[in-house]
T-cell receptor
Framework: GEDVEQSLFLSVREGDSSVINCTYT??????LYWYKQEPGAGLQLLTY?????DMKQDQRLTVLLNKKDKHLSLRIADTQTGDSAIYFC????????????FGKGTRLHILP | ETGVTQSPTHLIKTRGQQVTLRCSSQ?????VSWYQQALGQGPQFIFQ???????GRGNFPPRFSGLQFPNYSSELNVNALELDDSALYLC?????????????FGPGTRLTVT
């Protein structure tokens, strides 16, 4: 199937780390992405990881990939109120059309 | 470098009408993809255009059609609008010359069909 699965909600206290998890189904997926969507806005590409990598770090963001389990996670260190948004996990199998398949998104809520 | 732009921002149409949405790709990008995002869902791939031709299509009926112009901008046309077509329509641009895996999205057009 084409499903990308992720939990729908996550609440985290300001200053703590947020970890958003995702599973995908196709082992041929080549690029895996995290996009951020704020209310009423389009999608912002946060980071991506190539399938031959296990980890990628970019400032407060850390992506971990477990290809055997088809599990992807996004860790946001020192979560801030500006991180409140919906986070989409997505995969690109690098077929002819570069179709990106998205999960339904995880809504991150920041507690004061 | 300019980002991806879309017009209009919002649109209200009635069932059975036709609509055209527009997208200007990011500078240097030659590929445009269109996605439909229903409320509470992730974006769904409609189709992609490269070199002015459709390069792949998702599970959408033929009444969804598109065009790409020589300057790489693109249009999405939807005929015989249905209530379920109400959604945020997102355009993404990328480059097949470099970094084809990086797709950058515009702010979207919110279409409401009544």
């Amino acid at each position: 199937g084409e499903d990308v699965e992720q939990s729908l909600f996550l609440s985290v206290r300001e200053g703590d780390s947020s970890v958003i998890n995702c599973t995908y189904t196709d082992s041929s997926s080549t690029y895996l992405y995290w996009y951020k969507q704020e209310p009423g806005a389009g999608l912002q590409l946060l980071t991506y990881i190539f399938s031959n990598m296990d980890m990628k770090q970019d400032q407060r963001l850390t992506v971990l990939l477990n290809k055997k389990d088809k599990h992807l996670s996004l860790r946001i260190a020192d979560t801030q109120t500006g991180d409140s948004a919906i986070y989409f996990c997505a995969e690109n199998r690098m077929n002819r059309d570069d179709k990106i398949i998205f999960g339904k998104g995880t809504r991150l809520h920041i507690l004061p | 470098e300019t980002g991806v732009t879309q017009s209009p921002t919002h649109l209200i149409k009635t069932r059975g009408q036709q609509v055209t949405l527009r997208c200007s790709s990011q500078s240097g990008h030659n590929t445009v993809s269109w996605y439909q995002q229903a409320l509470g869902q992730g974006p769904q791939f409609i189709f992609q255009y490269y070199r002015e031709e459709e390069n792949g299509r998702g599970n959408f009926p033929p009444r969804f059609s598109g065009l790409q112009f020589p300057n790489y901008s693109s249009e999405l046309n939807v005929n015989a609008l249905e209530l379920d077509d109400s959604a945020l329509y997102l355009c993404a641009s990328s480059s097949r010359l470099a970094g084809r895996y990086e797709q950058y999205f515009g702010p979207g057009t919110r279409l409401t069909v009544t």
